[in-house]
């Protein structure tokens, strides 16, 4: 997100389900560290479902190392402790009706609401930067996640196969998309 845009949307702090405070925040490029050690603690998993590349220090300095970029909008989950928790982003390539979306939840912190609220304040952002169409993949078995994008608007659109990568097999997937604005 452009620096100017930046200033639109201030960091804002929110509580966790289970009472942990948190803060959500565009992504900078000094985050390239704290990235890099919150993928480094992702468990097998979260990379069965989220696997854009890599999960590492290096694909973790680049991604922040974009943040300023104007066809991307990363916003991060920060924890009491400075560390990252979770983050969810969408991108897209001008000119564009769609943008793609991804999110990924540290491990400690899931199921407790942290998805929810990145997704709603990226939903907010997305009425105002972007494309006017959100899409997304997600597997059948990553059943949370479809719930959650269900609750949020998005409806599915299609159905295929992901094919095997890494240690598995292929899978059946969604492709699910929302309007934004
Ligand atoms: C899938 C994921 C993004 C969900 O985020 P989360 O923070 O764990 O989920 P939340 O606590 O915000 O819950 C959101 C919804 O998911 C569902 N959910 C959450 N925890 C659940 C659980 N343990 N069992 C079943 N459903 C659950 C509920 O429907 C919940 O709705 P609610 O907000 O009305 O209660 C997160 O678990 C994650 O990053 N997983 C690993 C990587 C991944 O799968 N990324 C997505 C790739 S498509």
């Excluded at 979770?86 to 899931?110: L, M």
Aim: hydrophobic share 35%; charged share 25%; with cysteine.
């Amino acid at each position: 997100m452009t620096p100017a845009d930046r200033e639109r949307f201030p960091p804002t702090g929110v509580t966790l389900k289970d009472g942990r405070p948190a803060t959500l925040r565009l992504l900078r490029t000094d985050d390239g560290e704290r990235l890099g050690d919150f993928y480094a603690g992702l468990d097998e998993n979260a990379a069965r479902f989220y696997w854009p590349h890599p999960l590492d220090h290096e694909h973790a300095r680049t991604n922040a190392s974009r943040a300023d970029s104007p066809t991307e909008v990363v916003l991060v989950l920060e924890t009491a402790t400075a560390a990252l928790g979770g983050y969810a982003w969408y991108r897209w390539q001008e000119p564009a009706a769609s943008s793609t979306f991804g999110i990924c939840i540290a491990v400690d912190h899931q199921s407790c609401g942290a998805g929810r609220v990145l997704m709603e304040r990226l939903l907010a952002i997305a009425r105002e930067v972007g494309p006017p169409c959100m899409a997304l993949t997600c597997q059948h078995a990553n059943v949370r996640a479809v719930e959650l994008y269900q609750k949020l608007g998005f409806r599915i659109t299609r159905e295929g196969w992901l094919g095997g990568r890494r240690q598995w097999p292929p899978e059946p997937q969604y492709w699910m998309e929302r309007t934004v604005r």
